[in-house]
């Protein structure tokens, strides 16, 4: 009789799924054994997670309709992928994606107008200006100015909230269209979960969701 971790890997492509389905507990060995026992099929686990997200932008330059200050329901979404799990049975648990990477790109970016560092050094007093009179409109309702918006404090990967007259911007260090969006949300992914088990498979960010949806992908170089 095969060992079983010999038999599990000679199992043909179409009994993998099925396998993992049944409950088989894939055997214990190492990566490298691994790869050269399935030089043709690596098996990988995928988990992906994401998050809606409301936010204006400007596409500096554009030669359409986007060079205006225009906004979409967007969602970020990341796969993470790992060749063998963790203790607990995941690739990286959803809650820590979730908190460590959704919820400040959140607070980051929800209800906020997204420019690139340019643009912003060229608008910021215009700005300014018009988030004092918007604001402003609080004391026909409010009777006063009222709370400011929820805000990330810091840096998150190299982006940033201002307020100029007390609206939310999201500043990022390039102009934040959907691909370069993609590319970042990858990087801040990886530097939070990448590590010899896991890595970031995919961060795709979906600038419309209706009527048709259109998204950008970053994929990371092949191994
Ligand atoms: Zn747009």
């Given amino acids: 009789m095969l060992p079983v971790a010999q038999a599990v890997l000679d199992q043909p492509l179409g009994r993998w799924s099925s396998l993992l389905l049944e409950g088989v507990t894939l055997p214990t060995i190492s990566l490298h054994t691994r790869r050269q026992r399935t030089k043709d099929f690596q098996c990988m686990f995928q988990a992906s997670i994401g998050i809606h997200l409301h936010f204006a932008h400007h596409v500096r330059g554009h030669r359409g309709p986007?060079?205006?200050?225009?906004?979409?329901?967007?969602?970020?979404?990341?796969?993470?992928a790992a060749s063998e799990l963790d203790a607990e049975g995941f690739v990286v648990d959803f809650d820590r994606v979730h908190d460590e990477l959704l919820i400040p790109c959140f607070r980051l970016l929800d209800h906020s107008l997204a420019l690139g560092q340019l643009s912003y050094d060229e608008v910021a007093m215009d700005l300014a200006r018009l988030g004092h009179k918007l604001v402003a409109s609080r004391h026909e309702t409010?009777?006063?100015?009222?709370?400011?918006?929820?805000?990330y404090e810091g840096s998150l990967f190299g982006a940033r909230n201002e307020l100029p007259g007390g609206i939310k911007l999201a500043?990022?260090?390039f102009v934040p269209t959907s691909e370069r969006l993609a590319a970042w949300l990858h990087g801040a992914?990886?530097?939070l979960f990448a590590d010899g088990r896991v890595h970031v498979a995919r961060?795709?960010?979906?600038?419309?969701?209706?009527?048709?949806?259109?998204?950008?992908?970053?994929?990371?170089?092949s191994p």
């Fill in 171 to 173: 500043i990022f260090p």
């Fill in 66 to 80: 986007c060079i205006s200050l225009h906004g979409h329901t967007w969602r970020f979404e990341v796969t993470l």
């Fill in 142 to 151: 409010l009777g006063c100015l009222g709370d400011p918006p929820a805000t």
């Fill in 203 to 221: 961060a795709r960010v979906y600038e419309s969701l209706h009527p048709s949806e259109s998204y950008a992908d970053f994929l990371p170089p």
């Fill in 189 to 191: 992914a990886s530097a």
